[in-house]
């Protein structure tokens, strides 16, 4: 299937069952501009593919090890005491495909993974090289402070997906302006970690280079009884694969 990350009403977030059940599973996501009018690939395979999720840190052995039986990442983890119990979740391979890797539009982690109280934090590491030409992130500084969350990704009642408000947030008024500031674009060469606060907001430019822009990205939450999992959030665990605890994998 093809993934968007659009922003407007036509061109939104992906919400089909291939997409919505991909949690527990590995799964390709095409390109928008890889694909023809005629249903086609327009260019070879290798790079058509936008990415690959969502749960590659439990089924591949080798994002297994990285992601969860990595005594480094596990250190570091604790270092941050940014969670007591963290959890494991929602893997991907991005590729940012030369001349047509889509722009992802101004947004944070916890939107898409809520939890009372938030705690989304994404390990993001850097493959390639990522430039400004071929879409690296950028960031707002201080968004995290200054930007109240206002709304959640969820599964909507009737199919599909969408963006709810929060409980506590404030109606929009007319009066209402985006978030200040300048956003940033730091160095980011290959075999760089970034490490994403759920509430930051950041985005990355479509890639009109003629290089691709490779990452591995997953994110830790706080488990419960410090937080709870969102039931409405789009990613859900299963039965047979629960989100992984990262302290209780052993190698």
């Given at each position: 299937t093809k993934f968007t990350t659009g922003d407007s009403t036509e061109d939104k977030h992906v919400g089909d069952d291939y997409f919505l059940n991909s949690g527990d599973k590995i799964r390709y996501f095409l390109e928008e501009d890889a694909v023809g009018k005629d249903g086609k690939l327009n260019r070879q395979k290798e790079f058509a593919v936008n990415k690959i999720g969502h749960a590659l840190h439990e089924l591949d052995p080798t994002f297994r090890r990285i992601s969860l039986q990595n005594d480094k990442l596990k250190a570091l983890a604790k270092d941050l005491q940014f969670h007591k119990d963290p959890a494991v979740l929602q893997s991907m391979l991005i590729f940012k495909q030369p001349e047509i890797g889509g722009k992802v539009p101004e947004h944070n982690d916890s939107t898409f993974l809520y939890t009372d109280?938030?705690?989304?934090?994404?390990?993001?590491?850097?493959?390639?090289?990522?430039?400004?030409?071929?879409?690296?992130?950028?960031?707002?500084?201080?968004?995290?402070?200054?930007?109240?969350?206002?709304?959640?990704?969820?599964?909507?009642?009737?199919?599909?997906?969408?963006?709810?408000?929060?409980?506590?947030?404030?109606?929009?008024?007319?009066?209402?302006?985006?978030?200040?500031?300048?956003?940033?674009?730091?160095?980011?060469?290959?075999?760089?970690?970034?490490?994403?606060?759920?509430?930051?907001?950041?985005?990355?430019?479509?890639?009109?280079?003629?290089?691709?822009?490779?990452?591995?990205?997953?994110?830790?939450?706080?488990?419960?009884?410090?937080?709870?999992?969102?039931?409405?959030?789009?990613?859900?665990?299963?039965?047979?694969?629960?989100?992984?605890?990262?302290?209780?994998?052993?190698?």
């Open positions: 109280p938030p705690t989304a934090l994404g390990f993001w590491f850097a493959l390639e090289d990522c430039t400004p030409t071929n879409g690296a992130l950028s960031f707002l500084p201080g968004s995290h402070k200054s930007y109240p969350l206002k709304s959640r990704f969820v599964r909507l009642p009737q199919g599909g997906t969408g963006f709810e408000p929060l409980p506590t947030a404030t109606a929009p008024s007319e009066g209402d302006e985006p978030p200040q500031g300048e956003y940033v674009q730091p160095p980011c060469p290959a075999g760089t970690l970034v490490l994403i606060h759920g509430s930051v907001l950041h985005k990355s430019e479509k890639n009109t280079s003629s290089k691709t822009r490779y990452a591995y990205t997953f994110h830790m939450i706080e488990s419960e009884p410090n937080a709870r999992y969102d039931e409405k959030n789009w990613l859900q665990p299963t039965p047979e694969m629960p989100f992984s605890k990262l302290f209780a994998v052993h190698a």
